[in-house]
């Protein structure tokens, strides 16, 4: 047998052997006609193949995994945006690029349109009313709950919870280290780690070789094998695993202070993009031991206000949403109310600020740390300056909703898709595949000019949360409301038979 991350069995008896790779390669027979051609010729013949063929073809021989391996990788490298390319390779098990793994994710994530009519009934993730923690991976759902209680569900077996608790107050965040198999968990005090030990059905707690009391803020954020917390509200600091056995083996790689709070943040690759309590979006490189400033925005006021806001790979976005409720007794207490609607019309018309910042800090970086004022003085034009004072503006209006007459409420992009619920109680899932023509580093374009892929209507109240989960043949799309339990949609993908 050969190992190979190219997929996920699961075996009908026992659910937690889900999580379990066992997949096997059939070792070379003696055969005579293909087998025996040079790899190259093998190559330019599976370069005609398929999506679909090429990983299934992997698992034939181990000289044919090595030739799929080789135009898995020519066809990431052509097909796939830089900025969802670095997401798969992220979210692999750490050491060896299985390549074919990571073009099976990116196929696995596109839509067969022709079955989107075909969602069946929604399936209820039954989860304890004091949750407040929750992360989707698959159709696995872990959460956790004010008392301090951590679950997993498969929401493909009957939602049987497998529990442990923290013992360190209530669960404020959780989040998965994909390249270990890892899932850390911000309690009261400390940070902890677990891995799930599928066969048992039990919680394995490991020991992390380092001491951290968390501050007040308990947000996290991973890369690949590198996590971020914060032990002071204007304190970031960042590890990376490098082993992990009964204890998690840890690098300290960088810790960044500065004057402001920080409201949020995402690590991504050498970088960490935070927004700031004054509305302020920075971008720090991570190669120096205390970071360095790479970019500054000009304050919005969507951030300074906290309004809902995301970070996903490199792209910020920032609604214009607040909850009536919160704001005006008047109103009830589970509707939404945009800035267009104080102002004018609705139904579409409430824009949200977005827009990528990894191109424009490596932009400003290197400008700022390459200037020459000569240069700068013989090549100044009114274009030029208007270019350089609109770098702080990295943000640009959008309108998610307009083609569908729909406002949005929260938004989650994963892969090659966008998943938006509406305030009348829809879902929009958009195409988010396409490479910006205009990036210089095959970034992926955010185009909600175009009508979605589809348009669910599922609720009577507004969406409030939405996310999406990939498994071998499905792509899951939660959502939840303020009254209703977390639940799912199913979609075939390209990968279903």
């Excluded at 034939?60 to 798969?88: F, G, H």
């Excluded at 640009?396 to 929260?410: E, F, M, N, Q, R």
């Excluded at 175009?450 to 939405?466: D, R, T």
Aim: net charge negative.
């Amino acid at each position: 047998t050969f190992r190979t991350p190219t997929g996920r069995y699961k075996d009908s008896r026992v659910w937690g052997l889900s999580g379990f790779s066992c997949n096997m390669i059939i070792i070379d027979k003696e055969v005579d006609g293909i087998h025996n051609l040079p790899v190259e010729v093998l190559e330019e013949i599976f370069s005609y193949v398929d999506d679909r063929d090429v990983i299934s073809s992997a698992w034939v021989s181990l000289q044919w995994n090595d030739v799929c391996q080789r135009v898995a990788r020519r066809r990431c490298a052509n097909k796939v945006p830089q900025d969802i390319l670095t997401e798969l390779l992220s979210e692999q098990e750490w050491g060896v690029v299985d390549w074919v793994e990571v073009w099976r994710c990116w196929v696995g994530s596109k839509i067969r349109l022709d079955t989107v009519e075909e969602t069946g009934t929604p399936k209820v993730v039954k989860l304890p009313q004091e949750v407040t923690a929750t992360v989707i991976d698959g159709s696995f759902v872990y959460s956790g709950n004010d008392d301090g209680t951590l679950e997993l569900r498969d929401i493909d077996h009957k939602n049987f919870p497998i529990q442990t608790n923290i013992n360190d107050g209530k669960v404020h965040s959780i989040a998965l280290v994909k390249s270990y198999d890892l899932v850390m968990v911000a309690g009261e005090k400390d940070l902890h780690f677990f891995r799930m030990n599928f066969i048992a059905r039990t919680w394995d707690k490991l020991q992390p070789d380092f001491g951290l009391d968390i501050g007040q803020n308990k947000h996290l954020s991973i890369f690949g094998p590198r996590f971020s917390i914060s032990d002071n509200e204007k304190v970031i600091h960042v590890y990376e695993i490098f082993y992990v056995g009964q204890t998690v083996r840890t690098d300290r790689i960088c810790e960044i202070t500065q004057d402001m709070s920080w409201v949020q943040w995402k690590l991504w690759r050498e970088k960490i993009i935070g927004m700031q309590i004054n509305g302020e979006i920075v971008v720090y490189s991570l190669l120096g031991q205390k970071g360095e400033l790479m970019y500054k925005s000009e304050p919005y006021t969507v951030v300074m206000y906290k309004n809902p806001s995301w970070i996903f790979r490199d792209i910020v976005f920032c609604s214009t949403l607040a909850s009536r409720g919160l704001l005006n007794s008047n109103y009830g207490p589970h509707t939404y109310v945009y800035m267009s609607d104080r102002w004018g019309t609705r139904n579409g018309t409430g824009y949200w600020m977005v827009g990528p910042v990894d191109d424009l800090s490596d932009k400003c970086f290197l400008d700022d740390n390459d200037f020459d004022m000569d240069e700068a003085i013989t090549s100044y034009t009114t274009s030029s300056q208007f270019e350089m004072l609109m770098r702080g503006f990295c943000l640009k209006k959008i309108y998610p909703g307009l083609s569908t007459a729909d406002d949005v409420t929260c938004i989650v992009l994963k892969r090659r898709l966008m998943l938006c619920g509406t305030n009348c109680g829809a879902l929009l899932v958009f195409s988010a595949d396409k490479e910006d023509s205009e990036s210089t580093s095959k970034h992926s374009k955010i185009d909600f000019d175009s009508k979605p892929l589809a348009k669910m209507k599922i609720s009577m109240e507004p969406i409030v949360k939405v996310d999406l989960g990939f498994t071998d043949s499905e792509i899951l799309l939660y959502y939840k409301t303020y009254t209703e339990d977390l639940s799912c949609i199913s979609l075939k993908s390209e990968m279903s038979v």
